[in-house]
C-alpha cells in the first residue's frame, strides 16, 4: 500500500511540474541584449530587488505585485523545468527597447500560452532605465505580429 501511495504521490508531483518552453522576442541589438535579458531573469527568478531601482517612474508597477509575481515565476519556471529557451530578434524602427519573454506549458502537439513578461527600456549614455513593464496570465500583452519576410 506504501509503495502505491509513493508512485501515486511521484506521478502527481511530476504532473505538476510540467515542462515549459521560453520564447523571447526582441528590438535589442546585440550590445543591449545582455542587460534586457537579465533584466528579465531578475524578474523570473525573483530578484526583483534588482528590478526596482532601474523603473523610471516608481508607480510604474506596485513593488509588492512585483514581489509577488517574481516569487511565483521563480516557484512556477524554475531552470531546471525549461524544455528549451529561445530569442528572436525583430527588426524594428522604434527607438525604444523592448523586450518580451512568453512561457508556454508544453503538451504533446502545441504551446499553450501561460505567462508573458512585457517591458521597455530607454537607453542613455552607457545607463538604462525601465519605462514600462507589464505581466499577462494566460494571454498575450504585446499583440505584434513577428512574422517576417
Not at 523610471?56 to 524554475?78: G, M
Amino acid at each position: 500500500m506504501k509503495t502505491y501511495i509513493t508512485c501515486l504521490f511521484l506521478m502527481l508531483s511530476a504532473i505538476g511540474h510540467a515542462q515549459y518552453v521560453i520564447e523571447n522576442y526582441s528590438n535589442a541589438e546585440i550590445d543591449q541584449l545582455p542587460a534586457v535579458e537579465e533584466i528579465a531573469n531578475w524578474i523570473q527568478f525573483n530578484n526583483s530587488n534588482n528590478v526596482i531601482p532601474l523603473l523610471e517612474n516608481p508607480n510604474t508597477v506596485d513593488r509588492v505585485y512585483l514581489n509577488t509575481e517574481s516569487a511565483f515565476l521563480s516557484l512556477e519556471y524554475t531552470r531546471k523545468n525549461a524544455n528549451s529557451n529561445a530569442h528572436h530578434y525583430i527588426n524594428d524602427d522604434r527607438n525604444i527597447v523592448w523586450y518580451e519573454r512568453n512561457f508556454y506549458k508544453k503538451t504533446k502537439s502545441e504551446l499553450k500560452p501561460r505567462y508573458q513578461i512585457y517591458f521597455t527600456v530607454e537607453f542613455v549614455n552607457d545607463s538604462y532605465k525601465i519605462i514600462d513593464l507589464q505581466f499577462g496570465k494566460k494571454r498575450k500583452i504585446n499583440t505584434s505580429d513577428y512574422i517576417t519576410n
